[in-house]
């Protein structure tokens, strides 16, 4: 599975103050390999690599008001699908003009789909009698239906547009929508809501935080850090910049810093938030032990149905990531009962069947996921299942995948996104191998992750050059993350670079770790681990 720490996570109160004398849960205990103990019990969800990233103001520059428009139901997402789908299909055909046309193409049917308030709709004494208790939290978002709520919001700043608040709790929500809803324009909608906040209140933290959970989304990193350090000064307990710099810390590869921002976090503003990121740090130091104490006893006090979806879904990753299949379904169903739409879910689930050797439901699955959400995730591995198969057209059917990753990257890059780590993945295996090299090391160049190690090294090593792979390979694997990609990829890497023992031992690795961690990759690990075996 991809990386969590830049997925959405629940928020737990719009009240970022710091917290009062009554003892509250938190983790304490062991904090390097044993069981970590409590868990925040009233957390709603809100926003965070992440993971993962999901509506519509058009706005401003500085010194104009930014007006709410009306976000894009699912006519909207349709509409983009949709639009995604005719650009693929057009990039197949003439792939010269594909990436430069398809941005285009996809943000106008996006953005068509929003419908902008002005005259005619609720106008008049309606809009007037919006008072400032009627706007709502981040909190409150995500308890209830994101695009309802942010119409409220929207109805609310046309009658109060001065009300700063209000106005970063919608820039958030566009992130969050943007995440959810796979749609990356809503990114620079976000971004002006946002800064008019600012001009109304300088300096203010929730303004602030939302800046730093749009640049973490945007996969600016820096950007994320320096804004979430900016909201920390101004508020040490401002629970989305705790979060977000954790993120940020992970994600450019400064696993000890990570760690110290987890048990700050921890500290100021214990919940189901930061349980999660707490847990995801251990994870990639190979404390899986701990990783899952702390989602147990997250999930055991979680109430809200976005929570125990949100945490028994990084349950569910966890145990996929050691091979347990069957343990993997089960917490993946936990997360459905709660929400029966959670995409990470349903996509974990499908990954997890596919795994157990039911690849029809899987297939059903991930068909269902990509309908609504086509991101490069899900659109790979529905690819991948449709090649392991090989029935009629099924190659063409990945094809179809496959381009549209290209769909998806172009339109993230017109919102401003940071799409090179998702493309330089997807272009090794399934496109253009040196537009996978070139992307792998502009993202090496920003943040040196274990997954960018990976990536970079998997892309050196489609074209040709293991033993400038090889160093990159061992990096990723350092940590002591148990990632069946990372160690296939290392073995592949070490065979072809003349290391057969090494070979051997990181293949099995692989397959004794997470047998079915990929179609396509577990299939040729085997068959690379037996000519092996066969040469000794």
């Known amino acids: 599975m991809p990386p969590r720490t830049t997925d959405s996570t629940p928020e737990r109160r719009d009240d970022d103050r710091a917290p009062s004398t009554d003892p509250e849960p938190r983790i304490t205990g062991e904090r390097e390999g044993g069981a970590a103990a409590g868990a925040g019990a009233d957390s709603g969800k809100g926003a965070d690599s992440s993971s993962d990233a999901r509506h519509a103001e058009t706005g401003s520059g500085a010194g104009h008001t930014a007006t709410p428009h009306a976000p894009a139901g699912d006519d909207g997402t349709d509409q983009r699908v949709a639009a995604m789908r005719r650009a693929a299909d057009g990039g197949r055909r003439w792939r010269a003009l594909h990436m430069a046309g398809c941005a285009v193409l996809l943000a106008v049917a996006v953005t068509g789909g929003a419908v902008a308030f002005g005259g005619g709709q609720d106008g008049g004494s309606g809009v007037a009698a919006v008072s400032a208790a009627g706007a709502l939290s981040p909190g409150d978002l995500a308890r209830g239906d994101l695009d309802a709520g942010i119409a409220s919001l929207q109805k609310h700043l046309r009658a109060q547009p001065r009300d700063f608040g209000s106005w970063s709790t919608l820039g958030v929500a566009y992130v969050e929508q943007a995440r959810t809803k796979g749609d990356p324009s809503r990114y620079p909608q976000a971004e002006r809501a946002l800064r008019r906040s600012l001009e109304l209140e300088p300096g203010n933290d929730r303004a602030l935080a939302g800046q730093a ?295 099995k690795a692989a397959l004794d770790l997470n047998p079915g961690f990929s179609p396509l990759g577990a299939r040729e690990a085997r068959t690379a681990l037996k000519d092996l075996e066969g040469n000794r």
Request: charged share 25%.
């Open 213 to 507: 959970a749009l640049a973490a989304a945007r996969h600016d990193f820096p950007g994320a850090l320096n804004h979430a350090d900016r909201a920390l000064q101004q508020n040490p307990y401002n629970e989305r910049a705790l979060c977000t710099r954790i993120d940020a810390l992970v994600e450019l590869g400064r696993y000890d810093d990570a760690a110290k921002a987890a048990d700050t976090a921890d500290d100021r503003r214990p919940g189901v938030p930061v349980f999660t990121r707490y847990a995801y740090v251990h994870e990639l130091r190979g404390d899986v032990r701990t990783a899952r104490a702390v989602l147990e006893r997250a999930l055991g006090s979680a109430s809200a149905p976005a929570d125990i979806a949100y945490v028994a879904t990084a349950l569910g990753q966890l145990a996929w990531n050691q091979g347990e299949y069957k343990t993997a379904l089960g917490h993946y169903a936990r997360a459905l009962a709660a929400d029966d739409a959670y995409l990470p879910a349903l996509e974990g689930r499908a990954r997890a069947q596919a795994a157990s050797g039911d690849r029809a439901a899987a297939v059903t699955g991930l068909e269902q996921v990509v309908a609504r959400f086509p991101l490069p995730g899900p659109l790979v591995a529905l690819g991948e299942l449709y090649e392991a198969r090989g029935a009629d057209g099924d190659r063409a059917k990945a094809g179809d995948q496959y381009a549209l990753v290209d769909a998806w990257t172009a339109l993230a890059r017109a919102g401003g996104v940071n799409a090179d780590l998702d493309s330089a993945m997807a272009a090794a295996d399934h496109g253009d191998k040196k537009e996978a090299l070139r992307s792998a090391r502009a993202e090496w160049d920003r943040r040196r992750s274990v997954h960018t190690a990976d990536a970079l090294a998997w892309a050196l090593h489609v074209n040709g050059r293991d033993e400038e792979a090889l160093p990159y390979a061992r990096r990723a694997t350092a940590t002591g993350y148990r990632n069946a990609v990372f160690l296939y990829h290392r073995g592949v890497i070490e065979r072809a670079a003349g290391d057969e023992r090494a070979a051997r031992t990181h293949l």
